[in-house]
């Protein structure tokens, strides 16, 4: 296989669905699906009984359907290596289930990937225009990318190649249930001398029509806004700077004894 996909789901059921229908269609390479649930809400029953349910869609692409559904809430970072202790190929991949991709995105990521080794982590851009335009083309041979420097790649879709993940391993569980997980993974990339980087032109598109409850809004606004985790990040950059650190093993995880089903 050439990718291990972990995909973090948010108890939206009708997203749910139609994300890995997507996924089904437009991966174009060897891949085997790892489906997390943390168990956080009233609707968890619901989409959990869709994913048990849940079988391949004769797509010879995806090799293999593994599924983590979690007794408990482990966050974004514990969710997401919940199912990365179980990935299996040396490429690994962090997609969110709101998040949907262009056709054959698996091979254009996989190119840029293979031929700028200077890349650390690579995404599909999902990220609000004015940002987008801050953000400088890079060309390299074939490739065009846009470089995003010390910037993290979203968390919503990040690509991890060998040369990072053997180097860096997991997310840092220590922001809670949501935070900074994935800027500090863009920081500890960045520190290793490797570049931030997204997929040009081809964009990936965030579904937003289900509007979420306005407590999720206010709660969200306050881990940014969060003078303990704002500290803790800055703690942990100073740290990665002087290059401690920047490795995380399976011992630091909190919970390590994630069932298949």
Same mark, same amino acid.
């Given at each position: #296989?050439?990718?291990?996909?972990?995909?973090?789901?948010?108890? !939206?059921? =009708?997203?749910?669905?139609?994300? @890995?229908?997507?996924?089904?269609?437009?991966? /174009?390479?060897?891949?085997?699906?790892?489906?997390?649930?943390?168990?956080?809400?009233?609707?968890?029953?619901?989409? !959990?009984?869709?994913?048990?349910? $849940?079988?391949?869609?004769? %797509?010879?692409? *995806?090799?293999?359907?593994?599924?983590?559904?979690?007794?408990?809430?482990?966050?974004?970072?514990?969710?997401?290596?919940?199912?990365? *202790?179980?990935? =299996?190929?040396?490429?690994? #991949?962090?997609?969110?289930?709101?998040? +949907?991709?262009?056709?054959?995105?698996?091979?254009?990521? +996989?190119?840029? @990937?293979?031929?700028?080794?200077?890349?650390? @982590?690579?995404?599909?851009?999902?990220?609000?225009?004015?940002?987008?335009?801050?953000?400088? +083309?890079?060309?390299?041979?074939?490739?065009?990318?846009?470089?995003?420097? #010390?910037?993290?790649?979203?968390?919503?879709?990040?690509? *991890?190649?060998? !040369?990072?993940?053997?180097?860096?391993?997991? $997310?840092?569980?220590?922001?809670?249930? $949501?935070?900074?997980?994935?800027?500090?993974?863009?920081? &500890?990339?960045? %520190?290793?001398?490797?570049?931030?980087?997204?997929?040009?032109?081809? &964009?990936?598109?965030?579904?937003?029509?289900?509007?979420?409850?306005?407590?999720?809004?206010?709660?969200?606004?306050?881990?940014? /806004?969060?003078?303990?985790?704002?500290?803790?990040?800055? /703690?942990?950059?100073?740290?990665?700077?002087?290059?401690?650190?920047? $490795? *995380?093993?399976?011992?630091?995880? &909190?919970?390590?004894?994630? /069932?298949?089903?």
């Amino acid at each position: #296989m050439k990718l291990s996909i972990v995909s973090l789901n948010y108890n !939206r059921l =009708e997203y749910t669905k139609r994300h @890995l229908e997507r996924l089904f269609l437009t991966t /174009d390479m060897p891949s085997e699906l790892i489906i997390v649930s943390n168990h956080d809400c009233a609707q968890s029953a619901e989409v !959990r009984s869709y994913i048990k349910q $849940f079988k391949s869609k004769n %797509n010879g692409n *995806i090799k293999q359907i593994k599924k983590v559904l979690n007794n408990k809430n482990y966050g974004v970072a514990g969710g997401r290596n919940s199912g990365l *202790i179980h990935s =299996e190929a040396k490429i690994k #991949m962090v997609i969110d289930d709101d998040i +949907l991709l262009p056709k054959n995105w698996t091979s254009k990521i +996989l190119h840029l @990937l293979k031929v700028v080794d200077k890349i650390g @982590l690579a995404g599909y851009c999902v990220e609000k225009e004015r940002a987008v335009k801050t953000y400088k +083309l890079k060309t390299y041979r074939d490739c065009v990318f846009m470089n995003k420097g #010390m910037a993290n790649v979203g968390g919503a879709c990040m690509v *991890i190649p060998h !040369r990072t993940w053997s180097r860096l391993g997991y $997310f840092n569980e220590d922001y809670g249930v $949501f935070g900074f997980e994935d800027a500090d993974y863009g920081v &500890r990339t960045w %520190n290793l001398g490797l570049l931030n980087a997204y997929v040009y032109p081809e &964009r990936g598109t965030q579904m937003k029509d289900l509007e979420p409850p306005k407590e999720y809004k206010i709660w969200k606004k306050g881990i940014y /806004d969060s003078p303990r985790l704002r500290k803790l990040y800055a /703690d942990n950059l100073l740290k990665y700077h002087s290059k401690k650190g920047l $490795f *995380i093993g399976e011992k630091k995880l &909190r919970n390590k004894c994630f /069932d298949l089903h």
